[in-house]
């Protein structure tokens, strides 16, 4: 590269007229743009850019000249790496009263480390779940990716925002349970929000009640947990011959937080066993769950999908509206069927943009429907040419078609009479 020096002229500027300067003094060089043009006789342009240009190459040249051999052996520091350049031209005023160094050390900018995608192993991954420490949702989280660092989310929808804002590599949130049914809100916050199922985990529950240690369970008068929790141990606490009121909380780890937290000795929560050695609480009954075959099945969410394959067992989840016509749902399953593409789900959620449909008939009136989404998991991968197909053929009869993921199925065995 060219060296470029300035013209004579130019350099009397930089030096100064009156005695000689320290060689400790540093100089404040600033470029001015005239509007009228500047040509150079060392091939220097008359534009902005090039006056810029001249202007840095001159400011690290007076840097270079004017430092001591002491402050040569020094570096700057830049977001914690040394850089042998000297970033401050700017003279130091030594009438300035030194301030006091700061109690707490400021926080350093986020880099691009900071932000890089974690490995795809598990090892170092964040995952987001919904809940407290001990939920059923951290333990597929620590399923779903081994030794991972899980972040716990007081909402679902907190979850899904932090894997967009890079706080969260993945977010593993329950969609459906054997008992209880699909957990709506996720499926519309799937619509919602742009994320891509790379994944899936079924996660056996095991509750048990809990209570503060010394608590006997003729001494309590309310139990609480989660909805759901309440729900699929309904008939079992009956039978323990528990006089006690229902109470619904947020989560079932959160309900044995509440306990610990304010000293309730009259009170139990649901929640698994993990979350009594986490809060010190104690296990009163075993194993409460009506049905011992109780699994939860969750999705793992990021921001990337995943390149389908052929070599496993696979499953593609979509959502869709279908048009206006006859039969038209009818017409989307059948492109499933003609292939021998087995469809293990199907929810239809209420369109949230357009829930009302008005159909006119002069005989009976005008009547009005529903308009629904529909969410559909198959078994089949997208990199197979039987579900493209089937995809280009339902991409007919519909005016919205999404695919939220292709991803490998969960094919672990478990054991509904052991806890997880």
């Not at 459906?176 to 079924?202: A, F, K, P, T």
Request: charged share 20%; hydrophobic share 40%; glycine share 4%.
């Amino acid at each position: 590269m060219q060296a470029i020096y300035p013209p004579q002229d130019f350099q009397s500027l930089l030096r100064p007229s009156g005695p000689r300067l320290a060689r400790s003094t540093r100089f404040a060089v600033r470029s001015v743009h005239r509007s009228d043009s500047v040509h150079f006789s060392n091939g220097v342009g008359p534009s902005r850019a090039d006056w810029q240009s001249s202007c840095a190459i001159l400011s690290s040249k007076v840097s270079a000249v004017d430092q001591t051999s002491a402050d040569k052996s020094k570096a700057a520091a830049v977001n914690g790496h040394k850089s042998p350049i000297d970033l401050n031209l700017v003279a130091i005023d030594k009438n300035k009263k030194p301030q006091p160094p700061s109690t707490t050390p400021p926080q350093k900018p986020l880099t691009i480390t900071d932000l890089s995608p974690a490995p795809m192993h598990g090892s170092q991954l964040r995952v987001a779940y919904q809940g407290v420490p001990g939920a059923y949702s951290e333990a597929a989280a620590g399923k779903a990716y081994p030794d991972c660092e899980a972040i716990p989310c007081d909402q679902f929808e907190v979850a899904f925002q932090a894997v967009e804002l890079w706080i969260a590599d993945r977010a593993v949130l329950p969609v459906e349970n054997s008992l209880g049914g699909s957990i709506h809100r996720n499926y519309d916050l799937l619509l919602r929000h742009r994320l891509h199922i790379v994944g899936e985990v079924q996660l056996p529950v095991h509750h048990c009640l809990l209570a503060l240690p010394g608590v006997r369970k003729e001494y309590l008068t309310r139990v609480i947990s989660h909805p759901q929790a309440l729900a699929q141990c309904e008939h079992t606490i009956t039978k323990l011959g528990l006089n006690v009121t229902r109470e619904a909380v947020d989560d079932t780890a959160g309900a044995a937080e509440y306990i610990a937290a304010n000293d309730l000795r009259d009170t139990a929560a649901i929640a698994s066993a993990r979350a009594a050695e986490l809060y010190g609480l104690q296990v009163l009954a075993d194993g409460i769950q009506d049905d011992s075959s109780n699994v939860t099945r969750f999705v793992m969410l990021a921001r990337e999908p995943i390149i389908p394959r052929t070599d496993r067992p696979f499953k593609t989840s979509i959502v869709f509206a279908h048009d206006k016509g006859t039969s038209v749902l009818f017409k989307v399953l059948s492109a499933f069927a003609f292939r021998n593409i087995s469809l293990t789900k199907i929810e239809s959620r209420p369109h949230r943009n357009r829930p009302i449909r008005l159909v006119d008939d002069a005989n009976v009136g005008t009547a009005k429907h529903f308009e629904y989404m529909f969410y559909v998991d198959f078994e089949a991968s997208m990199a197979e040419v039987r579900a493209q197909n089937a995809l280009a053929e339902v991409q007919e009869f519909t005016s919205f078609l999404r695919v939220l993921g292709s991803y490998p199925m969960d094919m672990t065995p478990w054991s509904p009479s052991a806890e997880d």
